[in-house]
């Protein structure tokens, strides 16, 4: 039998190629889409792949890991713009009953020459996966949450540290930088709350909400951790639209 990681890479792709049966991992009855521009349950489903179809769409899962009844997708598409994201599934009886993402446009590569999704991808140290989920949830509490820059080294070396942030080079400085804002000024960035924070081995993600340039945000941060640093970064943003526009009644979160 398929895992669940293998189940939804099966899912994922279907957007691609149209495979039927893929899709038969979904509850229709029980699924909760928390995209605030897509209908809720199956038919909501159908009609977003229905949509997707028509732009003959490219799909490439870079990484998928399994956190008990979550599994977590970092991906890449192309809907006739290029696109990343980071999807998120919840199981319940082996079937998919939830659904969260964050996707934006591919930019890149950084001033360091990374992309937005290379680097390594499979999972290590798993029998480290709680040490590693608290080790960055401190991290997105302690320093990006509640804004103690100071205590950054506590948890990454600056000098090492590999960004694949679009806009940043590798290090931690430029992206610290940008969180704290120009002296007397206000950060680009503000991270709020945590969400969600899921982890297989060495990859930890992070589902937080904020703002960027003022405009409510989610962000959606994977961090590669090595000795109990963190290591390595991926992100998305996206900008949460006003409650208006929801297809949805359920939230980003």
């Known amino acids: 039998m398929p895992t669940r990681a293998e189940q939804i890479r099966a899912l994922l792709e279907s957007i691609e190629t149209g495979e039927v049966s893929a899709t038969e991992v979904v509850n229709p009855e029980m699924y909760i889409q928390h995209n605030p521009q897509t209908r809720e349950g199956g038919e909501g489903l159908a009609e977003l792949f229905k949509r997707l179809s028509k732009s003959s769409p490219r799909v490439e899962i870079v990484r998928a890991f399994e956190d008990g009844d979550f599994v977590f997708a970092h991906t890449e598409y192309d809907f006739g713009t290029p696109k990343v994201g980071f999807e998120v599934f919840r199981f319940e009886n082996d079937l998919v009953v939830e659904h969260w993402d964050n996707i934006q446009e591919r930019e890149g590569p950084n001033p360091s020459g990374r992309t937005m999704v290379d680097g390594p991808t499979e999972a290590d140290d798993i029998d480290r996966t709680e040490e590693n989920r608290e080790r960055v949830r401190g991290f997105v509490s302690d320093v990006l949450v509640s804004r ?12 090492t540290f590999v960004q694949h942030d679009p806009n940043l080079p590798d290090g931690a400085e430029s992206w610290l930088a940008l969180l704290d804002g120009d002296e007397g000024g206000s950060a680009e960035i503000s991270y709020e709350r945590i969400h969600k924070v899921l982890a297989e081995g060495s990859f930890v993600l992070v589902a937080s909400e904020g703002r960027r340039r ?18 390595e970064h991926w992100n998305t943003i996206e900008a949460i639209p006003p409650r208006s526009e929801w297809k949805n009644d359920n939230g980003k979160f």
């Open 214 to 231: 003022g405009a409510h945000s989610a962000f959606y941060d994977l961090f590669r951790v090595s000795g109990s640093r963190l290591v």
């Open 148 to 159: 103690r820059f100071d205590r950054a080294d506590r948890y990454v070396d600056a000098d």
